[in-house]
Every structure is written in structure tokens, then in C-alpha cells.
């Protein structure tokens, strides 16, 4: 176990695509005790139209089958929130000028190649994409630290995932994919699970702070987790898609301070504040809900990559 938990500002669309917002969060982030400020590689360009989600699917019995997200609507949001390279450039330099590690999240192989020099000191994958081998490959050949979260994830594409990453300074991430998660379906034991196949696991938390703080984070540090990663945001939890389930940079701040407790500090804290935390547990060992298997549906064939002249799926 890491003798300090990491801690990752998640700026993920919170910057609404303005460099100047997004450079408030850095060094808000940096001096409220974030290891890590994370931003998305994602490119608009690369969104891909599939038919089936232009309206969704809905059985007999009213049961979802397929989600409903319309490509034009979609891409018109991401459009918004495009970061160039140069910005990527940028961001990599305004994180060392405010003294806090970079992350980007890479979601195609495309990107992989595109961000391969700006020199950032981390890389995440989404739960999405934890089994995608190929992308996995590319990434480890960056020679950089690797998040990797594996909310969206069988156990047999973990364990896959994690045999070819030997030799690979990595940590995995458990996450649930329903935002905002709730405090009865969080199933932090999880964390124990994963640690079969590496000591450093952590959690990527999207519970919402305006309803439970930090109790996620807290519990999930008091049950070992090595980092710990929240979408994070300094404006209103209103002003953008992600922010009910951002925190703020004073919760940031209070999240890193529980962080560097000793571990009987902690709990004291938690056995006081959160008297029901019991039921953050969950199961160690589960299957998929229905809504995180509908997410899973949507969000591994979301973007297209650009490879030359060919474009292909991350997935079949």
C-alpha cells in the first residue's frame, strides 16, 4: 500500500472548454492538496452514430433495453468542451507552474499517439475500456503511470487486463457507473476484491456531495484504498453536466486532510459521522445492474478511432 493516498482533481467537463476556467481549477486543486489534476482526451470529431441509441429501445414491460442518446444532441455538447492539443500542451505546463502532477484520460488508440508527447505524468482508462487490450498496449508504451478503472468490467476482463500489464507501474480503480451513485449500491468491499490482483486499488467516487460529503471517499480511504479519485469543479453544481457529482475545492481540501490520518483516526471519524456506513459495503463479488450494463452498452463504441485512412471501433 502506498505510504500516502493519492488524491485526483477530476476536471473532466467541468472547464466548459474555457482555458481560463480550467486554470482556475489547476492551482485551486494544487493548493487544496490534489496529487493529480486530470483533465479528458476527448475529441468531438471522434464520436461515433449508431442508429440504436438515436431513440433507444423499450420492451413490452417498459424494461430499457437500449439508452436514448442522440448523436447530433451529443455532439453539439462535445463540441463545446473540444481542448486542442496545444491546450493539452498547455495544461501539462500550468500543472508544473502550480506544482501538481497531469492525467489525461485516453479513450482511443487515436489519442494515444496525439498525446504521446505532451508529457503528462499519468494516464487514466475509463471502465469502459479497462478490457481493451489494444489500447492498453499502446498506452503502456508511453512508460507512464496508469489509472485504470474497472466499474464496467468483468472479473475476467480484469484479470486479462491486468496480465498484460507485468512490468507496468499501475493502479486499478473500483467505481460503480450509475451517477450519482447511491450510498446502498457504492459496494466498496470491492476494493478488497480487487486487491488480489494489486495492492494499490483505489476508487473513483461519483456519489453526490450535496446529499452524503465525502462518505464514499472516507470510507473507501479507511478501507485501504491507495487513491482516490472525484470529479471536482469550482463552480456550482448546476453550472455543468458533471456538477452534482463534483466536489468542490473546500471539500478537496477536507478529503485530503482524512487522507493523511492514520487509519484509527479515520474510522473514529467515520464511526461517529457515518454511523450507517455498513451499507457503503456492498458485495465483494457482484454482477453488473441493469442501468451500469446499459452504460456498458452505450459507452464502449462511443468513439471511433482514426488510425491513417482507416477508422474502426474500440469495440465490436
Known sequence: MNDKSIIIAECCQNH???????????????ENGADYVKIQAIKSR???????????EIDNEGLIKTIKRPYKAELERLEKLDLTLDD????VRECKIAGVKSMTTIFTRTAVKEVSETGYDAIKIASYDCASIPLLNDIKKLNKKM?????????????????NLKDVDFELLHCVTIYPTPLNELHLNRIKFLKKFTPNVGYSDHSKPSKTGLMASKIALALGATNI??????????????GPVSINPEMLNQLRFFADLNNSDQWE???????NWKVSLGNANRKLSHLELL????????FINRIGDNEFFNWA
Open 88 to 91: 493539452e500542451f498547455w495544461f
Open 229 to 242: 479519485e472525484r470529479h471536482y469543479t469550482v463552480l456550482s453544481e448546476n453550472e455543468t453536466k458533471d
Open 16 to 30: 466548459n472548454g474555457k482555458k481560463e476556467l480550467l486554470k482556475k481549477m489547476i492551482h485551486m486543486a494544487a
Open 295 to 302: 452504460n456498458r452498452d452505450y459507452y464502449r463504441g462511443r
Open 269 to 275: 471519524i467515520i464511526n461517529k459521522d457515518y454511523p
Open 147 to 163: 489509472f485504470i478503472s474497472t466499474g464496467a468490467t468483468y472479473d475476467s476482463e480484469i484479470q486479462e487486463a491486468v496480465n
Open 46 to 56: 471522434d464520436l461515433s452514430f449508431r442508429e440504436r441509441f438515436e431513440n433507444g
